[in-house]
């Protein structure tokens, strides 16, 4: 199911996005979207969600491409991004570039340990957050202004 829902009195577009019958649960017997807004005082029932930072070898290009000055002002509005939303933000780190990595593969008899990731791709995790908001729709909004990586995967926190 694609639905979109608009961000009312931000000037911003709607925001769209994918659902799916495994991304609903069953509640008395209804079937309700789980990532829907939690009922109660917000002080009592609030989501937590992980947003996964992920560049792309575009993006690390663009960014070793520029010069001092640039990439300076590049940090300075990833640090104002935190420091705006420092008061959801319940942990965040930033881990060291994908060949610092060591891959454990289970499979089989004895685990097998490497260095480096286990799939080279073009995209990498880079960093992560652990925002604590009142629902999916906050943690869009704060997406929509993250000033760096081309991508942002959000995924709530079990539990």
Not at 98 to 116: C, F, I, K, N
Request: proline content about 7%; some cysteine.
């Amino acid at each position: 199911m694609r639905l979109s829902r608009p961000d009312v009195g931000t000037g911003l577009p709607p925001v769209v996005y994918e659902t799916t019958t495994a991304a609903r649960s069953a509640v008395h017997g209804d079937t309700v979207d789980r990532y829907a807004p939690p009922t109660g005082n917000r002080e009592d029932r609030t989501m937590k969600y992980v947003l996964m930072f992920v560049d792309t070898e575009q993006f690390a290009a663009d960014l070793q491409a520029m010069d001092g000055a640039e990439q300076e002002r590049a940090y300075l509005r990833v640090q104002q991004w935190f420091a705006d939303h420092s008061d959801k933000i319940t942990h965040h780190t930033h881990l060291l570039p994908a060949h610092t990595a060591t891959t454990v593969r289970l499979a089989g008899g004895e685990p097998l340990v490497s260095d480096g990731p286990f799939v080279e791709g073009k995209e990498v995790i880079s960093g992560y957050v652990e925002i604590d908001v009142a629902d999916l729709d906050e943690a869009l909004a704060m997406v929509r202004v993250w000033p760096a990586c081309p991508i942002v995967e959000i995924r709530p926190v079990a539990g």
